[in-house]
């Protein structure tokens, strides 16, 4: 994935954008970013996150309480939706079902006036582009659900837009034809060299396709950055448990040296960790490390912290197996272990070292401080 430098143009612009229903809950707090042209952005988060408002207020469909949002250098707060340029694809497709497949594509060229010699040609381009090159007499209902989402899809490039905006657009797709489509929109998008945003909770999905991500939680974006600095650098505790899998062991902060920091869990265990997003020596903190960080049976002086744990479960899955163990301090703690023929088996019940690396390790705010973090540099 390609970094989004600051010194790249914008295409769009959201400053300090409010967006509230009743006057009192804001849908969307306080909303800075950029997005640079030809960039995939993916707005990530739980259902009421607020990504879907925001993407809605772009598109024009709703109205931001406070702030503005701009297109190319130009407010977009007296701009009507027809005519901001942008083209939207929903997850339920929005196809009319009386038109045929060309004709639904045609749509959009026909609102503005070209003519049919030339509408032609882009139709043909448009589903050419999204492989379904012969299917423009079908009606919608004689599509699968895959092939209607490329309709839509095509309805949406076909007048070359400025940006082109999709809300969940994959959701009702089973996983197969999911994970196919996800590629083959990045393709689209890296080939045109459009500029998208892209709806999603799926976690897995923002990580395919973007160049950033910005996580929403409580209207608010917690973190942008690209997929591989959120997994490894995540910047408060909401982010680190959203993206991926972490395991979490909470305590209190009882030293701080540098960019490190001493913890101790909550059943006395002295954790070393990477000070990321804490307070003062005394205040809470969790700790939060990946599955896959973890080393069992670790050598000497190979981890900085070494723990003695016992197995609770194992989980068979193919290549590796999801080990559940009971970790003092931790509600739930669960490592990767791989495959390998005619190793020795683990066993629930049996007791194991495991360890990690201090630099494996981020401490990171209290659980009661997640929703208020804002977006940050990472570290």
């Known amino acids: 994935m390609k970094p989004v430098a600051d010194h790249l143009q914008a295409l769009v612009e959201f400053e300090n954008v409010d967006k509230t229903y009743d006057g009192e809950y ?3 707090n306080q909303l800075s970013l950029r997005i640079a042209k030809g960039e995939f952005l993916t707005f990530l988060g739980p259902s009421g996150s607020g990504k879907t408002t925001a993407l809605m207020m772009l598109a024009g469909f709703e109205v931001p309480t406070a702030g503005e ?3 190319d250098g130009r407010s977009l707060r007296q701009v009507p939706p027809y005519r901001r340029n942008i083209g939207v694809v929903f997850q339920n497709y929005a196809l009319f079902p009386h038109m045929s497949v060309a004709e639904n594509i045609a ?3 026909s609102v503005r006036g070209i003519s049919k010699s030339e509408m032609h040609g882009r139709v043909e381009r448009a589903l050419g582009l999204v492989r379904l090159g012969g299917f423009g007499q079908r009606r919608p209902t004689e599509l699968s659900g895959g092939q209607q989402q490329r309709v839509a899809l095509a309805r949406a490039l076909v007048f070359d837009p400025a940006l082109v905006l999709m809300d969940e657009p994959l959701g009702a797709l089973d996983k197969q034809l999911r994970e196919q489509l996800q590629l083959e929109i990045k393709h689209i998008q ?11 909770h799926d976690q897995s999905e923002a990580l395919t396709m973007s160049d950033r991500i910005a996580v929403f939680n409580a209207g608010v974006v917690q973190q942008i950055a690209t997929p591989s600095d959120l997994y490894e650098r995540p910047l408060n505790a909401f982010v680190a448990q959203f993206i991926g899998e972490s395991n979490r062991l909470d305590g209190r902060i009882v030293a ?7 913890v ?14 804490i307070g003062p020596v005394g205040a809470r903190a969790r700790l939060s490390i990946r599955p896959e960080r973890v080393v069992v049976h670790p050598a000497d002086r190979e981890c900085d912290n070494v723990l003695v744990v016992r197995i609770e479960e194992l989980i068979y899955n193919g290549d590796h197996t999801r080990v559940r163990l009971h970790v ?3 509600s739930d703690f669960l490592i990767r272990v791989p495959n390998v023929p005619d190793e020795n088996p683990l066993a629930p019940g049996q007791q194991i070292r495991i360890g990690w690396a201090t630099r494996d390790c981020r401490a990171l705010d209290a659980p009661d401080g997640i929703a208020g ?3 940050g540099e990472n570290r």
């Open 190 to 200: 890296r080939d045109l060299g459009i500029t998208v945003v892209y709806v999603t």
């Open 373 to 375: 973090a804002g977006i």
């Open 264 to 277: 101790a869990v909550d059943d006395g265990q002295l954790v070393s960790a990477l000070a990321v997003n």
């Open 26 to 28: 804001l849908a969307v």
């Open 328 to 330: 003092p301090g931790a």
């Open 69 to 71: 949002i701009r297109l």
């Open 107 to 109: 749509f959009p060229l």
């Open 256 to 262: 701080l040296e540098g960019e490190r920091c001493t």
